[in-house]
């Protein structure tokens, strides 16, 4: 019998309630067979998704740029984090901490993203959260969706690997239509994303 290669090693870094990482963690087993999530670090004490972490029995711990005093001691510290659980994989998912420059170089194509537009449109720096459904409304689109990438120094610039298309309905406020792109493209990509990459 073949021995079958270690599963991918993820990290999945948030700053919320974590409803992404509640979508990873409903995938393992069905949509996530070949990754395994090692650690979940929040930039927030006290978020929902050190809980939803603690009922998966996942290491969690809190990071906070502001706690640790600036950008160097948060990114040195995450990076031990990292490098601690072995991760070979970190995914974004709801992470509102911007990464600098240098980071992104150190992990290039080991980070991935969820971004709640169809990139390139509303995209880049400013748009982010309901900021992004709301351009959409807007602008009037009839058609949005969810984009995950690789993350590199550029906001939103990275390789896009999967996207998924959600229709814009009248009425539409930019909480519905964030309710909508979460249900209907996020929480499915995120989850497909870190499986595609586990085999490829």
């Known amino acids: 019998m073949l021995n079958r290669p270690e599963k991918l090693r993820v990290a999945v870094l948030v700053s919320g309630g974590g409803t992404n990482l509640q979508a990873i963690l409903d995938a393992r087993g069905t949509v996530i067979k070949h990754a395994e999530i090692v650690l979940v670090v929040s930039s927030q004490p006290g978020a929902y998704a050190l809980e939803r972490a603690r009922l998966a029995a996942i290491p969690a711990l ?12 948060f990114e040195a510290a995450l990076t031990k984090a990292l490098c601690d659980s072995r991760v070979d994989l970190i995914v974004l998912a709801g992470f509102l901490t911007i990464l600098s420059s240098n980071f992104t170089r ?11 537009s169809l990139i390139p449109a509303f995209c880049g720096k400013g748009f982010y959260g309901l900021r992004v459904h709301e351009a ?9 969706g969810a984009t995950v990438h690789y993350v590199n120094e550029i906001p939103d610039g990275g390789e896009i690997l999967l996207q998924k298309a959600v229709s814009v309905l009248p009425g539409d406020t930019p909480q519905t239509l964030q309710r909508r792109v979460m249900e209907q493209a996020e929480w499915i990509l995120l989850p497909q994303a870190i499986e595609q990459i586990a085999n490829s």
Not at 62 to 73: R, V, W
Not at 109 to 116: A, T
């Open 62 to 73: 809190t990071i906070s740029k502001k706690e640790l005093g600036g950008q160097e001691a």
């Open 106 to 116: 150190r992990f290039a194509g080991k980070i991935i993203n969820v971004h709640p």
């Open 136 to 144: 959409a409304l807007e602008r009037g689109v009839k058609v949005t």
